[in-house]
C-alpha cells in the first residue's frame, strides 16, 4: 500500500519521553525513514522542529509537560507543510479527538508494527490521513445518533458538517478493518478516493462543535 | 478478663484479686451495689441496704452510687442489654429525683446540694454514654464533640437528657443567688466561652487539620498498597513468565497481549461484564486471544443491554473468532459490531488463507451448528465471504424488537 514518498525519504522526528521506547522506534523504522531528530518534552520538541523541519512529526500524545497538542497548536501556525502523526499507547477517545482537532493527520497506537509504521509515516507525508479501525468506529459512533445503519444520518447539531452516506460507508468498512484498497475494492471507487472520504471525515471531526465533542468524549470514555 | 467471675452473690472468691467491675446481670439499678458486694464478698442485700441508709443521711448514699456508677467499667461480655432494661433504670432513677426534689425543703446540706446532685446525674449520663473506647478518644484527643455516642435513639436520648440536668443544675444555683445575678451570670458564662474559645480556638482548627491529614495520608497509603499488590499480582508475575518462556514467540506475545488488556480495563475501565452487548463482546474475543495467542482488534458501534438475540449473536462471534484462530494462519483477526435500534450486526474478518465456501464437509458442525444454527434460531442470518487466499468475512446478524 505504501506509495511513491516522493524525492528521498521523508524526514521524521521522534517524540516521546520515553528514551527506550524512541531507541526502539528508531530501530525498527530507521531504515527506511530518515529521522533527523529526537525530542522528550514539548519545549524540546518544539525547538527540534523548527531547527529541523521535518516532513513529519510522530507524536507522543502524553508528554510530561503538557501534551502532543500542546505541540501541535505552536508548531503548526508556523510550519503548516508539517505532517504530524500521533503515535500512543492510548486509544481513548479524548485523547484520539484531542490531538486531531489538534491539528494531527493521523493516530495509531503503539501496538503498531514497524512495516506498519514506517507505511503510516509515508502516507501521512504525502498527505493522506491514517485512520485506525476504533478511531473509524468513533467517529460512526459519534455521527449515528438517531440514524439506522444505511439510513440517513442525523445529528442534534445542525451546525455540524455531517458525514455523506458515502463517507459513512467508507467509515463502516474501515471499522470492519478492511485496508483501503480493499475498500476502493468493494466500493468501486479508486483508492485516492477512499483517501479524499477519510481526509474529509477527518477534516469535519475538527470541525465539529465543541458540544458534541463533549457529548461524545463523555459517551465514549471506555476503551 | 480471663477469669469470668460469678454473678452469684455467694460464690466463692476467684483466685487472682478480681478488679471491680459492674454486675450487669442480676442488677436492680446501674449494678454497683452487686459488684461491691462480689469485691467484698458479703451479700448483696447488705450493700444496697447500706445504699439506701446512707442516702437518707442527706443523700451521701446517692452521690457514692453514683459516683461508684461512673468509675466502675462494665465487663466487655456483659455489654449487651436491652432498652427496656435502661427504661426500667430510668424510671427508677427518674423517681429517685422527683422524691429528692419533693423533700428539697428537708434537706439539711443547703442550697448548692440538689443543683449539684442534678449536675453530677447529667455529667455521669454524659460520662457514661461514651463507650470505653471513645471515653480514651476523649481523653487523648478532647476532639470529637459531645454527640460522639449518639449513634441510637436511646444516645441522643441521653445526651440531650445528661446537658439538660448540667444545665438545670447550673440554673439552680444562678437562680438561687438572685435573678439579676442569674443574667449577670449568664453573661459571665457566655464571655468565658467567648474567651475560651478564642484562646483554643487555633489549637482546636489545628488538631482537626492534623487529623483530616492523618486520614488523607492513609487512604493514600492503601491506595499504594493497592497499586503494588495489583503489580505484583499481575506484572511482575507476566515478566518473570515472558523471562522463561522467551524463546517462544507466541507464548510471549499472549502473556503480554493479556497483560496490556488487563492493566488497560484497570486504568481506562470497560471491558468488565456488565450485561451490555459491547462489554460482553469484548470478554468473548478476550477469551479467544487468550486461548488461541491472535490478536482480536474489536470496535464496536453502539451498544444494548443482553437479551436472548444478542447472546446468540455474542456464542456465534465467538466461534466466528475461534474457526479464524484455528484455520485462517493468522495472528490477528479484526471484530466489527454495530448495534442499532432495530438491529445488530457483527462482522468477523481475517485475512487468512481463505476456503471456499461451498465446498465444506457436511458432517462439520462449527459454522452449520453454532453459527448458521444458532443465529436461524433467534430469527438472524449468517453469511460467510471468503475465497481461498483471499481471507474470511462472517456477517451476521440478528433483529432487535
Redo the contacts between chains.
Sequence with gaps: MSKDAGPGQPRVVLVDDHAMFRAGVRAEIGSGLDIVGEAASVAEAIAVIRHTAPDVVLLDVHLPDGGGPAVVAAVLPELPDTKFLALSVSDAAEDVITVIRAGARGYVTKTISGADLTDAIRRVADGDVVFSPRLAGFVLDAFRDGGGPGGAVTSTDPELDQLTPREQEVMRLLARGYSYREIGTELFISVKTVETHASNVLRKLQLSSRHQLTRWAADRRIV | MTTPLSTEPSSVEPQQAPRLYRNVRGRVLGGVAGALADHLGVRRSLVRLAFVLLAGSAGLGVLLYGAFWIVLRTRAEDGTESSARYAVQYLIAAVAVVVLLINLHTLPLGWWFVPSLLACFGGALLWRQASETERERWRRLSSSSLAVGATDRIGWLRIIAGVTLVLAGALFILARAGISAAGAGLAAVLVTAGGLALITGPWWLKLMRDLSTERRERIRNEERADIAAHLHDSVLQTLALIQRSADQPREVARLARSQ?REL?TKL????VPNGQF?AALQAAAAEVEDTYAITV?V????DHPMNARLDALVAASREALVNAAKHAQVTSV?V?A?L????A?V?V?DRGSGFDPDRIDPSRQGIRGSIVGRLQRQQGTASIRSSPGQGT?VQLRVELE
Design positions: 496490556e488497560r481506562y475501565g470497560g471491558g459491547a482488534d470496535v464496536v458501534v453502539g479484526s466489527y454495530e442499532a435500534e432495530d438491529g450486526s462482522f474478518r468475512e
